[in-house]
């Protein structure tokens, strides 16, 4: 998921590369991964439960923060860097707040209540946004990298961002919850960017 429109451009830099840039002046050199753009089928389908808790998935989930800040994101799930994997990261701050990172494997929806509707994008749908109706809270329920049992209630943006993500691990995209009309459109500027070979 990306950042919301709202933010102040003066503020989004630190929320991306330049965090990233941080993180990575404190921990060892991450990878970063490229983002799977909308078009390829690993978007589409379910991804594999999280079965293994280990240092390489450890080192995964920190790749996938540090890609997601390079990209601008605040969360990213792991079919969007083609892997077919139950497993996402959220981080609403962008980078700005280390304890505001949350590692999710295996996640699912328990509780959600209340409706908003706001303009979501998503970084494997680089350049389009849609309105999107969400839960205003919602709790979920994951395992961490360690693969400890947690539940976390999210509110707006961080309530977003997990159905956001959770989608993803579902094979669903945010363009699925537009109308047809919008979505279509969305598709045909698509196909015709992908023709211009630039997608």
């Known amino acids: 998921m990306t950042t919301m429109p709202d933010k102040s451009t003066s503020s989004e830099p630190a929320s991306g590369p330049a965090a990233a840039e941080t993180q990575q002046a ?15 089928p690993i978007l589409e ?9 280990d240092a390489k998935l450890e080192e995964l989930a920190e790749d996938m923060f540090a890609s997601m800040y390079a990209a601008q994101g605040v969360g990213l799930a792991a079919p ?8 996402a990261v959220v981080d609403v701050t962008g980078g700005k707040n280390p304890e505001a990172k949350i590692v999710l494997a295996n ?3 328990i509780h959600a209540e209340g409706e908003v509707r706001e303009e979501e994008g998503c970084l494997s749908v680089p350049g389009f946004r849609g309105y999107v109706m969400r839960p205003q809270f919602v709790t ?13 209630r999210g509110e707006n943006l961080l309530a977003r961002a997990f159905c956001h993500e959770i989608d993803h691990l579902n094979g ?6 537009l109308s047809m009309l919008k ?6 500027k698509i196909k015709k960017l992908r023709k211009q070979g630039e997608w």
Do not use: C, M
């Open 45 to 53: 389908k379910p991804g594999a439960p999280v079965k293994t808790f």
């Open 80 to 87: 969007q860097i083609g892997l077919s994997l139950r497993l």
């Open 26 to 40: 404190t921990s060892p050199a991450r990878k970063i991964y490229p983002i799977v753009k909308y078009g390829d």
């Open 140 to 152: 979920i329920k994951a395992q961490n990298a360690k693969g400890e049992s947690f539940e976390i």
């Open 183 to 188: 979505r279509d459109l969305i598709r045909r």
């Open 107 to 109: 996640p699912e929806v």
């Open 172 to 177: 669903i995209l945010f363009l699925q919850h």
